[in-house]
């Protein structure tokens, strides 16, 4: 899944752009996009967004400029791919101080413009990163690394975000809740090595120190039951898990 997200205020720019990523093969079930009109919808955006993997960023917007806008989002996606997009604006070493990696001019001919993104789809392919996982801690929003966290269970109708001994939010004296049920989770962190061990939790397969029968040990000490049905899928993903890490 590719999340994409586009800053412009002008809106046939934003329907133009959608359509020639996906005419270059990008698969619209597996694509996500968000549009944002000002340089402030994006920002306030942000602390709530877990997964931005290209930012198409208008230079001239109004109210907070383009500058800071990237600024800001640098903030929050350090490693994220950013294109500046122009009709008239020059770069300017504030600009280059955000690394964007490619700088286009809007009134490109159609070819080129496809020529550009083709480079840019591939950068973006190559330089996916993983999302982060936004959960509620009290009133405030807590973005968490997926290397930060050991399992998550259902909760409810929530889930629950349990983490390990080494992640900052550690001490945090409330449950970690994150509003997506956990097949939602599941559908979004497979790829990244996470697997059903019980229907009722998915496990983070890099912190599995041992498994023995129907019990897996996990590297800080937490023990957890693995359900007979989950037992083969679990052990298979697993051993690709620490193939792939070794």
Known sequence: MYHIAICDDDQNFIDKTKKLLLSLGLDKDKTVFYAYHSGEE????????????????????????????????????????????SGTSQPTTESFKTTPFRYLIKHYDDSDLKKEFKVIIERMKENKSE????????????????????????????TQIHLMESSKHRELDSPLICEEKIDELYDLLKEYD?????????????????????????????????????????????????????
């Open 42 to 85: 994006l920002v306030q955006s942000l602390p709530m967004t877990s997964q931005i993997d290209l930012l198409i960023l208008d230079i001239v917007l109004p109210g907070i400029k383009g500058d800071e806008t990237a600024r800001k989002f640098r903030e929050y996606f350090p490693n994220a791919l950013l294109v500046f997009c």
């Open 194 to 246: 996470f697997e059903y061990a019980h229907r009722s939790y998915i496990v983070n397969l890099r912190y599995i120190k041992r498994k023995k029968n129907t019990e897996l040990e996990m590297m800080d000490g937490t023990l957890l039951s693995v359900a007979r049905s989950k037992e083969k899928q679990l052990h298979d993903s697993w051993m690709r898990c620490v193939t792939l890490k070794y």
């Open 131 to 158: 999302p982060f996982l936004i959960a509620h801690w009290k009133k405030k929003f807590v973005r968490l690394a997926l290397s930060e966290i050991s399992h998550i269970s259902i909760l409810r109708k929530k």
